[in-house]
């Protein structure tokens, strides 16, 4: 009973303060900003703490198209976020691949690191943005789990250093 | 190093997709004198990016840092290469507009200018000159927002939050222009082979009007924010200086280049798109400093809204397409009524429109400087060639000579005025 | 833009001063000067145009390199040349054959080429002999291929719909 409480209310905490990563990538970056922007504002929503260290932030939005080169860095910027952590894939680049299906896109940021929320449109307009910010603000809410590893079933995908383990 | 398991091989290892042999042990050019000196003995190699608030995007930058001084930069670009060419390669010319755009991110009305503006050399097309001005206008009304951008995010990189709430509030204006003209804020594709793909809507002028009424007090606000700082300017004056000669040397064009007291603009230089017909003035620096190229692009600003307000007034009538029914789409209602404009429409939309063989560079002047397009064309509808010369890529290059031998927060101001989009760098 | 006959001049400036078999060739079209320049007299054309000529031509803008695939020499490099006296551009262009093209970089003439012939070997692996940085700069180190190249595949993948979902069976492996 008491657990149970307590979970909604951090998880009622997580999702009205998110801490996303300052992190664009191309076109979609530029919307990303606006979002921060008067206009927009995204603190609205309790979103609006951007940081530069993956360390500190919850939540990567994918802002653009991720080309082969740029993978590793973003899943290796992913794998430095601490649990809990989401993934908005912002743009029909890093969702799909988009129009650029070619030799230097990755043909969907979810080949490679689990993917919550996907916003559609070549860019989204900053509304969309914070629609699909919403949808995981009320994911976060109504999920108990927390570790997005048990969510994908995914254990044993982790980091390995060799010499540690 | 195994081949067999890769988990085996140290995550560092595994990722590393550079290398970094030339920055290893050998002394880097200039500072051998200095490692003879007892005090000057280390030199430290720091990497910023890919992933880093100050670089404008993914740029990934080598510095090789002596205290607290920058010997050298190697800038590594790539990480957006998405191979927007290769995919133009593919596409018939009406669909490669689309591509462009995506290119330069911030000026998508000048990468579709530059491109719509060479097939139509090759095809020896006539734009119609209400056509002209409406690309005119729009590309300035692009310049003002792109150079709004600019100056709020490097305004944010020194440490000047409130340039981007300001920048992004008047850059939304604009935006809604565009939206109301073309239908989206970003890329909306309105730059057509032949002209612009619609008339301006009504009632667009009148909040063109009360924009261009707008714009000059906020531009003041900025000039009384950011100019009058006392922080800004330290930070700005005297920094990154790069000579005329250098500048030139490097290739380096627009605002850069015009900073350092070179007049060269190609709007007045070659002019384009019925340019001879405006009245503006080009706005030159001094030194070539940072805060030269700052105030270029404060007053590139106030000349883009003279530019449009004349747009504005000297609007020509007539057709905003060419008529050239082989090129541009008929209009919707004779789709109804005529059988040929079917036809046409039938054929432009499946097949596309067939450029006859050549190859052609038309340049342009983006708000960063010299956007030229080169198409090879083979006899059919679709490119065999696309190549764009992106001013971002060109200007990157003068960044070492920049911000060598300067302090790294010097650095970072010379990144931020430097503007560089990684979309247009990597294509 | 030097008119059909400013060209020929130009060219025959060239020829006198370099030799004959410099300049393979000029083509005049659509308002744009080109000049065909023999591989081997790249760097001495560009050289003489950019400081030796009467009229010289001394910034380079762009260039490009182009898979012209059915014809012969395959692979072509403009030279974007500019003349900001004379507002007026000059396109020099060279053809080179074989599946290891090289050329002579012309980086101490044109300082601006560093990163676009290294873009330039990325996309087309043309070789600029003696260019002090030749890797690549787009795409990841260890990338193979060439992927300007017209016969390399465009690579991505299928979009799938129902009516050719059984044309790509198992697409992903």
């Given at each position: 009973m008491l657990t149970t409480r307590l979970d909604k209310v951090l998880n009622w905490g997580r999702a009205n303060a998110i801490f996303p990563a300052t992190f664009g990538l191309a076109c979609c970056a530029i919307e990303m900003m606006s979002v921060v922007s008067p206009r927009y504002d995204i603190a609205r929503f309790g979103a609006e703490a951007m940081r530069a260290s993956p360390r500190q932030a919850d939540m990567l939005i994918l802002s653009g198209r991720v080309s082969i080169k740029m993978a590793p860095v973003v899943r290796r910027l992913y794998d430095q976020m601490l649990e809990p952590k989401w993934v908005v894939s912002m743009g029909a680049c890093s969702s799909s691949g988009g129009m650029f299906s070619n030799y230097a896109v990755v043909q969907g940021a979810d080949k490679f690191l689990p993917v919550d929320v996907y916003v559609p449109g070549c860019p989204p307009r900053p509304e969309a943005l914070i629609y699909g910010i919403m949808k995981l603000q009320d994911k976060i809410m109504g999920d108990k789990a927390m570790g997005w590893r048990e969510r994908y079933q995914a254990e044993g995908t982790g980091e390995v250093e060799p010499g540690i383990a | 190093m195994t081949?067999?398991?890769?988990?085996?091989?140290?995550?560092?290892?595994?990722?590393?997709?550079?290398?970094?042999?030339?920055?290893?042990?050998?002394?880097?050019?200039?500072?051998?004198?200095?490692?003879?000196?007892?005090?000057?003995?280390?030199?430290?190699?720091?990497?910023?990016?890919?992933?880093?608030?100050?670089?404008?995007?993914?740029?990934?930058?080598?510095?090789?840092?002596?205290?607290?001084?920058?010997?050298?930069?190697?800038?590594?670009?790539?990480?957006?290469?998405?191979?927007i060419e290769k995919s133009c390669e593919d596409q018939q010319y009406w669909k490669v507009i689309t591509f462009v755009e995506r290119m330069d991110y911030l000026a998508y009305y000048f990468n579709a200018t530059a491109y719509c503006m060479s097939v139509e050399r090759l095809l020896d097309e006539e734009v119609p000159p209400r056509a002209q001005?409406?690309?005119?206008?729009?590309?300035?009304?692009?310049?003002?927002?792109?150079?709004?951008?600019?100056?709020?995010?490097?305004?944010?990189?020194?440490?000047a939050i409130t340039m981007l709430w300001w920048g992004c509030r008047d850059r939304d204006l604009v935006l809604d222009l565009f939206e109301m003209s073309s239908g989206q804020r970003m890329h909306p594709r309105y730059i057509q082979v032949g002209g612009v793909f619609e008339d301006i809507p009504p009632g667009w002028e009148k909040k063109v009007r009360e924009?261009?009424?707008?714009?000059?007090?906020?531009?003041?606000?900025?000039?009384?924010?950011?100019?009058?700082?006392?922080?800004?300017?330290?930070?700005?004056?005297?920094?990154?200086?790069?000579?005329?000669?250098?500048?030139?040397?490097?290739?380096?064009?627009?605002?850069?280049?015009?900073?350092?007291?070179?007049?060269?603009?190609?709007?007045?230089?070659?002019?384009?798109?019925?340019?001879?017909?405006?009245?503006?003035?080009?706005?030159?620096?001094?030194?070539?400093?940072?805060?030269?190229?700052?105030?270029?692009?404060?007053?590139?600003?106030?000349?883009?809204?003279?530019?449009?307000?004349?747009?504005?007034?000297?609007?020509?009538?007539?057709?905003?397409?060419?008529?050239?029914?082989?090129?541009?789409?008929?209009?919707?209602?004779?789709?109804?009524?005529?059988?040929?404009?079917?036809?046409?429409?039938?054929?432009?939309?499946?097949?596309?429109?067939?450029?006859?063989?050549?190859?052609?560079?038309?340049?342009?002047?983006?708000?960063?400087?010299?956007?030229?397009?080169?198409?090879?064309?083979?006899?059919?509808?679709?490119?065999?060639?696309?190549?764009?010369?992106?001013?971002?890529?060109?200007?990157?290059?003068?960044?070492?000579?920049?911000?060598?031998?300067?302090?790294?927060?010097?650095?970072?101001?010379?990144v931020a005025m430097l503007d560089p989009i990684l979309g247009g760098i990597d294509r | 833009?030097?008119?059909?006959?400013?060209?020929?001049?130009?060219?025959?400036?060239?020829?006198?001063?370099?030799?004959?078999?410099?300049?393979?060739?000029?083509?005049?079209?659509?308002?744009?000067?080109?000049?065909?320049?023999?591989?081997?007299?790249?760097?001495?054309?560009?050289?003489?145009?950019?400081?030796?000529d009467e009229e010289p031509w001394r910034r380079l803008m762009s260039l490009h390199g182009v898979d012209y695939l059915p014809a012969e020499p395959?692979?072509?490099?403009?030279?974007?040349?500019?003349?900001?006296?004379?507002?007026?551009?000059?396109?020099?262009?060279?053809?080179?054959?074989?599946?290891?093209?090289?050329?002579?970089?012309?980086?101490?003439?044109?300082?601006?080429?560093?990163?676009q012939e290294r873009e330039v070997y990325d996309m087309f692996g043309v070789v600029f002999d003696g260019h002090p940085d030749m890797r690549r700069i787009l795409l990841p180190e260890d990338y193979t291929g060439y992927p300007q190249r017209r016969d390399f595949p465009m690579g991505g993948e299928p979009v799938l719909f129902t009516f050719n979902e059984n044309q790509y069976p198992r697409w992903y492996d």
């Open positions: - | 081949d067999q398991d890769p988990l085996a091989v140290p995550y560092r290892e595994r990722e590393r997709s550079v290398t970094m042999e030339r920055m290893g042990d050998q002394p880097v050019s200039g500072t051998d004198a200095l490692l003879e000196d007892e005090r000057h003995e280390e030199l430290f190699t720091l990497n910023i990016g890919p992933h880093h608030p100050a670089t404008h995007g993914v740029l990934r930058l080598l510095t090789t840092l002596e205290g607290e001084v920058v010997r050298d930069i190697k800038p590594i670009v790539g990480y957006v290469h998405t191979g001005y409406l690309r005119v206008i729009h590309m300035e009304l692009n310049r003002i927002a792109s150079h709004l951008f600019a100056l709020a995010t490097g305004a944010l990189d020194l440490g924009f261009l009424a707008i714009m000059p007090t906020r531009l003041d606000q900025y000039e009384d924010l950011l100019d009058r700082n006392e922080i800004w300017l330290e930070r700005l004056k005297g920094t990154g200086v790069i000579s005329q000669e250098r500048a030139l040397e490097l290739g380096v064009t627009g605002p850069l280049l015009r900073a350092t007291g070179h007049p060269w603009d190609l709007r007045k230089a070659m002019p384009y798109s019925s340019y001879e017909q405006f009245e503006f003035d080009v706005p030159v620096g001094h030194f070539g400093d940072n805060y030269d190229r700052f105030k270029v692009r404060m007053d590139e600003m106030r000349e883009s809204l003279k530019i449009v307000e004349q747009g504005l007034d000297g609007l020509p009538e007539g057709r905003y397409i060419t008529s050239n029914r082989k090129v541009a789409l008929p209009p919707r209602h004779e789709l109804a009524t005529s059988m040929e404009a079917l036809i046409h429409h039938f054929k432009l939309v499946t097949e596309g429109f067939r450029v006859p063989p050549g190859e052609t560079y038309v340049a342009i002047e983006s708000p960063r400087g010299e956007l030229g397009c080169y198409v090879l064309a083979d006899g059919s509808a679709k490119p065999a060639r696309l190549h764009m010369r992106d001013p971002s890529f060109v200007n990157l290059q003068s960044l070492p000579d920049m911000a060598r031998d300067s302090l790294i927060a010097d650095f970072i101001a010379c | 833009m030097p008119d059909a006959t400013g060209l020929e001049l130009i060219a025959q400036r060239i020829r006198s001063s370099l030799g004959d078999e410099a300049v393979t060739g000029t083509s005049y079209s659509r308002g744009q000067a080109t000049l065909d320049v023999a591989p081997a007299a790249v760097y001495d054309v560009l050289a003489y145009l950019s400081k030796g395959r692979f072509g490099v403009h030279y974007q040349l500019l003349s900001m006296e004379r507002c007026d551009r000059l396109n020099v262009r060279t053809r080179i054959g074989g599946d290891e093209p090289h050329l002579p970089t012309v980086i101490d003439l044109f300082p601006t080429v560093d990163y």
